[in-house]
Nanobody, 124 residues
């Protein structure tokens, strides 16, 4: 059974930092491209960042460039998202996802696996 379990969310003040983790099990983690999505209240889910199976290629959505860094440790089957200089508009539930296809060019509904999400709240 495949599981993606996010952790590290919480309440932080604007300008602060958080590090999200996504622990994967039940799949060959190193074979999958991985991504972080977020969904704010009343908004559609959006891709925030993605990383290739090897970690050699990354993608960042424009609004998080220079602030968020995606990384992975294939030996630990874990995906990370380091979030710095957080803004109130970053408030959302953050989800990790796994796909055999490159995530930025794959429709959301075509992700192979999803986690259940972790809430990030940034206060002003």
């Amino acid at each position: 059974q495949v599981q993606l379990v996010e952790s590290g969310g919480g309440l932080v003040q604007a300008g602060g930092s958080l590090r999200l983790s996504c622990a994967a099990s039940g799949l060959t983690f190193s074979s999958y491209h991985m991504g972080w999505f977020r969904q704010a209240p009343g908004k559609e889910r959006e891709l925030v960042a993605a990383i290739s199976w090897s970690g050699g290629d990354t993608y960042n959505e424009d609004s998080v460039k220079g602030r968020f860094t995606i990384s992975r440790d294939n030996a630990k089957n874990t995906l990370y998202l380091q979030m710095n200089s957080l803004k109130p508009e970053d408030t959302a539930v953050y989800y990790c996802a796994a796909a055999l296809r490159w995530i930025p060019t794959t429709p959301h509904y075509a992700m192979d696996y999803w986690g259940k999400g972790t809430l990030v709240t940034v206060s002003s």
